[in-house]
């Protein structure tokens, strides 16, 4: 009896296994990257925070438990955001508009401090029986409203008045309510938002050039600000007063510079003993340093770098305009928090108060980028090869 020939090699294209997202491997490496970047940041708030929570008499676990119980809700709408079709989210863009402007209103009308105290000079909470950020939900709608709007205005984007002017609008109210909180740096993040998705659907430099030049006076009088002016000012200067406005900036390059190549090893950081303020959160990013030294601040970048890239790819390989617009929206969603909380701990960026994504303490921040990465998911999985695509 003649044996048959063994094949040595595939005849057609290698296919990756069904990952149970589907058989593109993107949705894959997404969900895979975010759990990385998730655990490592349990780990190290819990290193960041124990402290800060004993001096308050909470339990050392205080932070690290809330935190968790977020991890725990956003991963559930996750996992519900990439299920579900992303082109929900088209339909659903202008009453998710109107819902976080109403939201943003509450925290800034006079007579809701009941609902919207004021927390370090700021009202940016409101409390509902369940505490939310509404600028943080106002991130997640303008990224939906922006690329929704831009579907159907791809055509005009010529002109100024029937193409850019109507976003503006919109812009214009969902930005200044969060700048009146005062929350000038997530203002300014979803204005970047908004900026880059219209760019990327065919917008014109020439008309964000013309509309900058018109807006700058408004710009620099915000800088004005008291507070603002004294974090420029530490910002080209951090050892210009390393006791008051620098001081911040300052620890968080000691506690960097402290760590080394391989850091002081984990729970053996310094700076959060008092020297280094919100160490669990705006400046979390020194803490990595300190404790985990420049190879875990590089396994970091790498991770984040992973995940844009990622997000790019799929943006490429959506099905239509919309994902497209929509994965190229909250990819840099995750990368400019990332990029400017980064920036601010070496002293690269004023001080802003934005959250490393995925590590930093602040529950309504991490529902929101996991509810992000859930829709990024989604566009994927509608993607040729997607699980979405053949069902």
């Not at 984040?304 to 909250?330: E, K, N, S, W």
């Not at 590590?359 to 999985?381: C, E, H, K």
Request: net charge positive; proline share 5%.
């Amino acid at each position: 009896m003649k044996a048959r020939p063994v094949d040595i090699a595939p005849a057609g294209p290698v296919r990756l296994p069904d990952s149970g997202l589907g058989r593109g491997w993107e949705a894959a490496a997404i969900m895979a990257l975010t759990l990385l970047v998730l655990s490592l940041g349990l780990v190290t708030l819990y290193s960041a925070s124990s402290v800060y929570a004993l001096r308050q008499d909470l339990p050392d676990t205080y932070y690290v438990i809330r935190q968790a119980a977020g991890a725990g809700v956003g991963l559930v709408l996750l996992l519900g955001c990439a299920v579900l079709p992303y082109k929900v989210w088209q339909k659903a863009a202008w009453p998710l508009i109107l819902l976080a402007a109403v939201l943003l209103l509450l925290c800034v009308l006079p007579w809701t401090y009941a609902i919207a105290p004021e927390i370090k000079g700021a009202r940016r909470w409101l409390n509902l029986g369940v505490t939310i950020q509404p600028s943080e939900i106002a991130k997640i709608a303008i990224v939906a409203w922006t690329a929704a709007m831009a579907v159907k205005k791809v055509d005009d984007f010529r002109s100024l008045r029937r193409g850019l002017l109507p976003f503006l609008v919109v812009w214009g109210v969902i930005v200044g309510l969060v700048a009146a909180e005062p929350d000038f740096s997530t203002a300014m993040v979803i204005s970047l938002l908004g900026v880059l998705i219209v760019f990327a659907a065919g917008g014109r430099i020439a008309h964000f050039v013309f509309i900058g030049v018109l807006l700058s006076p408004v710009v620099y009088w915000q800088l004005r600000v008291g507070f603002r002016v004294e974090r420029l000012r530490s910002f080209l200067d951090p050892l210009a007063d390393p006791a008051g406005a620098g001081y911040q900036v300052k620890q968080s390059l000691v506690a960097l510079g402290s760590g080394g190549i391989n850091g002081v090893g984990f729970g053996e950081g310094r700076q959060k003993y008092g020297f280094l303020p919100e160490s669990h959160n705006d400046f979390i990013f020194a803490m990595i340093g300190e404790e985990w030294g420049l190879i875990g601040v590089l396994v970091l970048i790498s991770l984040y770098t992973m995940i844009v890239l990622v997000g790019f790819r799929i943006a490429a390989r959506a099905p239509d305009l919309f994902g497209q617009l929509l994965a190229i929206g909250f990819t840099s969603f995750v990368a400019l928090h990332a990029v400017l909380h980064m920036a601010v701990g070496l002293a690269l960026a004023p001080a802003t108060g934005l959250a490393l994504p995925l590590v930093s303490y602040g529950r309504s921040n991490l529902v929101i980028t996991l509810m992000a990465l859930g829709i990024l998911i989604s566009v994927a999985r509608a993607a040729p090869g997607g699980k979405a695509a053949r069902v």
